[in-house]
């Protein structure tokens, strides 16, 4: 599905469920996202991907590239995966090429507009999201390695802020593996919820880290939304100082510290 479908999803109020399931999933021991390998975490992932394919209504799986990754994920599913692209929740070199980002830009925009109650499930240095796509509702984990530690805390502070069946709230997540696990187990209760698996989609403009490898800097975003006025009057607050020296030296440490 395109950007353009997403977005109008947000903006009509149409539950959908996007998640990605790439090489940390399919390695599961020592990934990029630092979390150690856990039977539990491993067989967790398998029950959460058979269950979005078979019984989540409106989903969207993120294609990861290798064909044998692909072919393990088919293997454990009951039905053909309904793939969606990678990268439609993260900003790749492309993007920022002919301004194409503002297709992905609108997403976050009707994000940022929708009148439903926003719940980010995330580390503490995307705090800044708050005032990007006007975050109502916080859910903060740490870095890595919370799930075998921290699931049921995590998942009992989600539905305190969840109303019933018939909640629609929208669900953002950028906490590594376990966030399959989570939107899986949360649809049970809240079909009528969007789940957006971000990833580490706003951490570039968020921290200033290029915790992915991308091949460009954060000014270079920062102009882009900026461009398609999409930075808060306050962004540059000196407030958020704070942020960025911790975020380089803990986000990312798989890929160079100079990037």
Known sequence: MSSEY???CIKNNIPFLYCKFGDGEYLCMSNCDNDNYTENLSLS???SLNYIVNNVKNYYIGEWYQENVKKFFLSITEKTINYNSYHSFLFDESDLKNNVIKHKLNILKEIKNSKRKKIY??????IKSKILLNIDNFVFVSLNN???RDYDIIMGQIKTLLNGKDDDSIIMTSCGMGT??????LYKEYPNCTYIDIGSGLDIICTKRNSRGW???YEELYNKFLENDFIPDNWNDPKYDYIYPIAHNKLGIHVSKDI
């Open 6 to 8: 997403f977005a109008n």
């Open 146 to 148: 919370w799930f075998d």
């Open 215 to 217: 091949g460009y800097k």
């Open 45 to 47: 992932l398998c029950r």
């Open 121 to 126: 499930v995330c580390n503490n240095l995307l």
């Open 180 to 185: 399959k696990v989570l939107l899986a187990e």
